[in-house]
């Protein structure tokens, strides 16, 4: 079966308020497919662009295929993009690896993975940028003040910051748990708790920046929260 064939869990969720069109939610689930494969194959060799809290990790490798693409279709990426210092490109020049000399082919074959990678999200990025400003903040959790200087930056800036080692780290990095949340609900077999882990996602999103946020299972048929209603044919958001 072809990732395209794939049923996208969250389709019922999407077409009720959501800031982000067909095509920018078909790109992060790109990514996030991308990311999930990475998480899986730095296993035994973790690199800290794809380090994953190892409970969901191995929830997640014996998982099947179509669990790993629920958890791909969450409506933001699962990792985010930071860049250096707005303003100043020698902050990432200083560090990049990816021309240093001396390298074994261990930290060779790292750089690569991660360029390969970085140049992916940050083309997404970029492109979300130009038609969706506001996009970014969202779906990648950028800054707003390193919007301008991505938008600016030229192919070979790029190229160049795609291995910096800052660039890339997994989503919600002050909440372990909430991974294994997200890993539970998509090796379960009801669309309800996995809508309750992407909504709890989004919670913590909004929420972690102001004070901290106990993640707990959702349970299969969530009470409703009597502080919001749910509007007819939408799904409520536990936060």
Not at 91 to 117: H, I, K, M, T
């Amino acid at each position: 079966m072809s990732d395209r064939h794939l049923a996208n869990p969250l389709a019922p969720l999407l077409h009720h308020g959501n800031l982000l069109h067909a095509g920018v939610r078909r790109d992060i689930t790109g990514l996030n497919r991308l990311f999930l494969e990475r998480v899986l194959e730095h296993v035994s060799a973790p690199d800290p662009w794809f380090a994953v809290p190892a409970p969901a990790v191995a929830r997640l490798a014996g998982a099947t295929r179509e669990a790993r693409e629920r958890a791909a279709h969450s409506p933001v990426a699962l990792f985010e993009v930071t860049l250096p210092g707005a303003g100043d490109p020698s902050a990432w020049r200083s560090d990049a690896v990816a021309d240093e000399p001396g390298l074994d082919g261990a930290g060779r074959g790292q750089v690569e993975a991660r360029r390969s990678f970085g140049l992916a999200a940050l083309g997404v990025v970029r492109g979300l940028l130009e038609g969706s400003p506001l996009s970014p903040r969202i779906a990648f959790g950028l800054g707003p003040a390193h919007e301008e200087q991505l938008a600016a930056m030229s192919i070979a800036e790029s190229y160049r910051l795609a291995s910096w080692p800052g660039l890339i780290r997994p989503r919600w990095p002050a909440h372990a748990r909430y991974w294994e949340v997200l890993a539970d609900a998509a090796t379960s077999s009801g669309a309800d708790v996995m809508r309750w882990a992407y909504a709890t996602g989004l919670c913590l999103l909004g929420q972690c920046e102001r004070r901290p946020v106990q993640v707990v299972h959702g349970p299969r048929h969530p009470p409703r929260p009597a502080h919001r209603r749910s509007r007819p044919g939408g799904s409520d958001v536990p936060c």
